[in-house]
Each structure stands twice: as C-alpha cells, then as structure tokens.
C-alpha cells in the first residue's frame, strides 16, 4: 500500500481540524463581546468586595415606588419660601436707586413752595403747596440730600422710613410737612437673568414679590424647549442647578427671587447611552419632559432578536446614599461613600416586566446595557471553527481529488 493513500495519512489534516476546534472551545470564554453576560454580572456582584463594589437591584414595584420618593435636588429645601404674600416685606432703597422725594406743606408761608408761588394769588391758611426735589442717585455712603434737612440716610430703608426720617428731620422748618418717597430707578433690587432667554437683562424686583418664572417671563421667556432647559440659581455663595420642567411640575419650586440673585439659564439636553444587544448604540436625547425605561428601549432600537438576553436589562447609575439604602443593603466596600454605584436589572422575558419597565423613569446620564444571550457565544465559537476548518477540510478534498 502507498504510504500517502493510508488511512492514518488521511486523517492528518481532520486531526489539525480537530485540535483548532479544541483550541477555539477552550478560547470561548475570551471571545469578543459587547459586555458581560447577566450571569457575570451577578457573579460580579459580591457585597464583601472592596474592588469595583456595586450595588445590584431588581427592578420590581417595591424598587419603583422608592424611587418615586426620591428627594430631588430641590430650590425650596435650599433657599425656602416660607413668606406669604401678604407678609413679604418693602424692598429697602439701595445704593445707586434713583429717588425723587416731594414735600407737601400746610399754610400761607411755605418753605418750599413760597418761591414757586411768587406769581400766584397768597394760598389761604388751610391750602398745601408741594415741591418735587429732583430725582438723585442714592449715593455710595448710603444717603440723599433733602433741602434744610441735610444729608438722610437711604440705603437699606424703605421708602416710608425714608419718609419718615425727611418729615422728622424737618419739623420745626417747614410748616406741618407731609412727605412721599418714590423709586423711579431700581438698580439695587434686581435679579440677573442670563443665558437661553430672549433678553437677558437685570430685571427690578418690586413688592409684588416675584417668583422664578415671573421672572423669566420679564426677561422674554426661554429659546428652548422646556424640557431641554435647565436653570440655575445663585444666592449668595449657596447654587443649586435644576430641570425647568421641575419648577413647572411642582409650585412649591416657583420661589420667589431675591435682590441679587443671578439667574443662569441654559440648554442643556438630558441624554442616557445605550450599549450591548440593542439595535442602536449611542448617546440618545430624551426629546421630551419624561422618558421611561421602555421608551429608551425602543428609542435604542429595541432588543436584538439574535443577540439580546430578554432577561439581562441593566441599567446602571449613581443613587445618593439615602437613596441606595432604602433599595437594600449597600455593600461593604461602599462605606462612607455618598453616591454608590447601583445597577438596576430588569426581566423582559415576562409580562409584567413591560409594565415594570413603563414606570422607571430614566435620568439624566443613565447607561441602558443589554447582555447577550448565552447562544450567541455558541454562534461566535461555531462560526469560528468555521473559519478554521474549512480551508483544512477545502484542503484535504483538493489533495484526495488529486490523488
């Protein structure tokens, strides 16, 4: 027999076949993937670990409802707005408010009015006379100059107080005076509105008592979309950054504004990245005021059908830590630490998890992960052995066709 036509010369390229077959299967576990499996997350999540500790969560009606009392970054618990309407107080006169002060007198022989009068018939002993000092700029020491009555003192009064402060100053040089106090220039009250609205501006505050969106209103209104808008107030060295669709949603957010306040609005579109089995991966905007953990699904394109595992919907997030330990036990390694690491995991493989899945609300930066499914390795190892051992068994047909 021809040693080359032997059946054990026949079997050399199936055996080379066979051992890369068995080097692919033992390579399986390091194939390529998009992520972990939902099985090496869960084997991943261990409470005791000090490395890459993360809290894991099923996404269920008891997880939901603790995130609907989540405590949101809130203007109120910051700056409060305990004042009712009727008991907000007269804006003080500050420096650099222009006042115009007009004095009114009682009889024949005025101080103020005489000379004005000097071409009218002589007033009875009961008639008033007024005179209007000029509008000035409450100066950088605070005061005002009122004639025979000197310098008075404004800035951080109101204008009765100013009024009053005149009419006493007075007594004695003009005859039973009665003073009025106006502000025709309001440089101190003002709030400053900047950013996306229509004209930013200083806009004055007055006793009505503004609030943040009458406000905003004054300056024009907002370019963008509600939803895509964010606003930020500054009050002294205390700043606190919202979604406007929060002020919107709840009035109690609707605070009134203080002198000095600056109001910074700005465009800021809410997004979450979807990655893994989805059919579209990328940063995705919200395009709208609320989007639940279903809607971003499909605005992902929705579960790949040959890759996806229905029961492997991650999604991760940082929670503050009141939050996270009312979702259970935080792990170990996450001592001390004020945003922890959760991982939210949600089955579609049954029914009520779409409803579960209508009622999370996503937020701002989340990250959606699908697993891949466990045949979808069996299908990258198979189609690897393909690659493999097809040129041999190609091969071995061509040298037995020759032969």
């Not at 499914?373 to 091969?395: D, N």
Request: hydrophobic letters at 40%.
């Amino acid at each position: 027999m021809n040693p080359s036509l032997s059946p054990r010369a026949d079997r050399g390229p199936f055996r080379l076949g066979a051992a890369a077959a068995a080097l692919c299967l033992a390579a399986c576990s390091s194939l390529p993937g998009t992520g972990p499996r939902s099985a090496q997350v869960q084997e991943q999540y261990q409470p005791d670990a000090s490395n890459h500790p993360f809290q894991l969560v099923d996404i269920n009606a008891t997880a939901i409802q603790v995130l609907q009392q989540r405590p949101d970054t809130a203007l109120m618990s910051r700056f409060s707005d305990t004042a009712a309407p009727a008991t907000v107080p007269d804006l003080a006169i500050g420096r650099g408010d222009g006042v115009t002060v007009t004095i009114w007198e009682v009889g024949a022989d005025t101080l103020f009015s005489a000379g004005a009068a000097a071409n009218l018939p002589l007033p009875t002993v009961n008639s008033a006379r007024g005179a209007v000092i000029p509008e000035q700029v409450v100066a950088s020491d605070g005061s005002i100059t009122i004639p025979f009555a000197g310098r008075i003192e404004a800035a951080g009064h109101t204008p009765l107080q100013v009024q009053q402060s005149v009419e006493q100053a007075l007594t004695g040089k003009a005859q039973k005076p009665q003073v009025l106090v106006n502000v025709n220039h309001n440089a101190s009250n003002t709030v400053t509105v900047v950013g996306e609205v229509t004209n930013g501006a200083r806009v004055p505050l007055t006793n009505y008592g503004e609030r943040l969106l009458d406000v905003l209103a004054a300056a024009g209104g907002i370019r963008a979309p509600t939803y895509e808008t964010q606003v930020q107030l500054t009050r002294g060295d205390s700043s606190v950054t919202l979604p406007l669709t929060q002020v919107l949603r709840d009035p109690r957010e609707n605070i009134r504004m203080r002198a000095g306040d600056d109001l910074i609005v700005t465009r800021q579109p809410e997004t979450f990245t979807a990655l893994g089995a989805t059919g579209h991966n990328a940063q995705i905007n919200f395009d709208a005021a609320r989007v639940s953990l279903g809607e971003a699904v499909a605005k992902a394109g929705g579960l790949v059908d040959t890759r996806a595992d229905p029961r492997g919907v991650f999604l991760f997030r940082h929670e503050p830590r009141a939050v996270a330990e009312s979702l259970g036990p935080v792990p170990e390694g996450l001592a001390g630490v004020d945003s922890v690491p959760v991982v939210y995991r949600l089955d579609l493989s049954q029914a009520g998890g779409f409803f579960l899945a209508q009622n999370f609300d996503m937020r701002d930066h989340d990250m959606l992960y699908v697993a891949n499914a466990s045949s979808t390795e069996l299908e990258k190892f198979l189609f690897l052995v393909g690659l493999v051992a097809q040129p041999i068994i190609s091969g071995a047909a061509v040298e037995g066709a020759v032969r």
